[in-house]
Each structure stands twice: as C-alpha cells, then as structure tokens.
C-alpha cells in the first residue's frame, strides 16, 4: 500500500523546526549521494526535489508520511542539505 505524504514546512534554523510530535528520520549525508532521491523511492513519488548537480537541497525540508486511513501521521521524513 501507498503512503500518504504532505511536505511540512522548510526551515533554515531551529526556529522553524516543526513541533516534534511524531518519530523523525533524517537523511543526511555528503552532497549529492541521493538523499533526496532515497525519500522518494521510500514513498514512491517525488516528493523532495532531486538534481544531478550538488547542493540541490539547500534547507531542511519535513514530509508526514501517514497511512491511508489512518488519523495521524506515522512520522516525519527530514530531507537535509548535503555536505562537502
Ligand atoms: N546511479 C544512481 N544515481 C542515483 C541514485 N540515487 C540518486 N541518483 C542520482 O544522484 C543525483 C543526486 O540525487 P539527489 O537525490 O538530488 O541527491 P542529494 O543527496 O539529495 O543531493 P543534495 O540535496 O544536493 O545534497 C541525481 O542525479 C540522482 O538521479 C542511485 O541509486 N543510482
Ligand atoms: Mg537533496
């Protein structure tokens, strides 16, 4: 079964980090590795924004991913910018 999904919020600090209600699983990793690429294989859709040039992701993106049918998100996928 397919997951539902809805892009939270993009944030450039702390400040504007959503509130941690559900379980959160970051992606990290060097620039251009497939971070962003790997969200949307997990989800399959595309739903974080990929590229072939590094840097693509520039903030801190959050997804809910949720079950059809189900009231409330299961948790949040967390798309980081890449580093080096
Ligand atoms: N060959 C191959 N290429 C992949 C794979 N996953 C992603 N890519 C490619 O790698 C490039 C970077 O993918 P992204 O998902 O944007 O990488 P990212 O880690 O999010 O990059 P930044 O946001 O810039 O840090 C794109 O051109 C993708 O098509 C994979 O499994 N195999
Ligand atoms: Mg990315």
């Known amino acids: 079964m397919r997951v539902l999904t809805r892009f939270l919020t ?4 702390a400040r504007h980090f959503p509130a941690p209600l559900f379980p959160e699983i970051a992606f990290l990793g ?7 690429s790997v969200i949307n ?3 399959g859709k ?3 924004r990929t ?3 590094p840097g693509r992701t520039r903030s ?4 809910e991913v949720r ?17 080096g």
Do not use: C, H, Q
């Open 46 to 48: 595309k739903l974080a």
């Open 30 to 36: 060097r620039s251009n590795v497939g971070k962003s």
């Open 67 to 83: 079950w059809p049918g189900k009231p409330k998100p299961e948790l949040v996928f967390t798309d980081l910018p890449g580093y």
């Open 60 to 63: 801190i993106n959050f997804f």
């Open 41 to 43: 294989s997990l989800v």
């Open 10 to 13: 993009s944030a450039m600090d």
């Open 51 to 53: 590229s072939s040039t």
